[in-house]
């Protein structure tokens, strides 16, 4: 079945290290998305690519960064320099670099990072 | 910059009932598209229903419908006959015009009572 793989779904780490969240697509989507998603804030996007080897900052990208060498995949790293990293992470996924009624956001699972 | 209202931060709801939830938005654009997400107990984020702002027919999809009214710039989702699967956080969004995001609304979330 077609969809979207994160992993792990919980992860833990210490603060002051980097850490890398994975998402993985098998839908053959151009775009590809990460939201960040705090109690009572709704969802905030961190970074966005709409094709291989580019990538645009969202609303809150300090303190992360990602890469798309490949069409499927397109990890986030949470570095150190993040001041409030706890949180849920969602990954999401279209099928046009633009969004439509016909080319809609779908979203992986989600990973759930929590740094003490 | 466009932004999403989502007034109820709670909903509660018997079972088999019809209950609304309420979304406005701002905007200056004239087309651009709006959603409506379930995100329940799991966390999956699962797309509910989609509207077209140059498209006035309201969507529907089964038990669920909206009432878009454009010129007030409101995005409500009627749930008819609630199920207990119903039980969730729902996410109004808007996308349009030159920011190429998709912006959500702090969520409402709905409880179905059996």
């Known amino acids: 079945d077609g969809g979207i793989t994160q992993s792990p779904k919980y992860l833990f780490r210490k603060e002051g290290q980097n850490v890398t969240l994975s998402c993985e697509q098998n839908?053959?989507?151009?775009?590809m998305y990460w939201y960040r998603q705090d109690p009572g804030q709704g969802l905030r996007l961190i970074y966005y690519?709409?094709?291989?080897?580019?990538?645009q900052k969202g609303d809150i990208a300090e303190g992360y960064s990602v890469s798309r060498e490949k069409k499927e995949s397109f990890p986030l790293t949470v570095t150190s320099a993040q001041k409030n990293p706890t949180a849920f992470y969602l990954c999401?996924?279209?099928?046009?670099?633009?969004?439509?009624?016909?080319?809609?956001?779908?979203f992986g699972n989600g990973t759930r990072l929590t740094v003490t | 910059a466009q932004t999403v209202t989502q007034s109820q931060p709670e909903m509660s709801v018997q079972e088999a009932e019809t209950v609304t939830l309420s979304c406005t938005y701002d905007?200056?654009?004239?087309?651009?598209?709006l959603f409506w997400y379930k995100q329940p107990p799991s966390r999956q984020m699962i797309l509910v229903i989609r509207?077209?702002?140059?498209?006035?027919q309201n969507a529907t999809e089964n038990r669920f419908s909206v009432n878009f009214q454009k010129a007030a710039k409101s995005f409500s989702l009627k749930i008819s006959d609630s199920q207990l699967g119903d039980t969730a956080m729902y996410f109004c969004?808007?996308?349009?015009?030159?920011?190429?995001?998709?912006?959500f609304g702090t969520g409402t979330l709905l409880a179905v009572q059996p």
């Open positions: 999401a996924s279209s099928s046009l670099g633009t969004l439509t009624v016909d080319s809609p956001l779908h």
């Open positions: 839908l053959n989507h151009d775009a």
């Open positions: 690519s709409q094709i291989v080897n580019d990538f």
């Open positions: 905007t200056s654009e004239n087309n651009y598209y």
């Open positions: 509207q077209e702002a140059y498209k006035q």
């Open positions: 969004a808007f996308y349009g015009g030159a920011t190429n995001k998709l912006i």
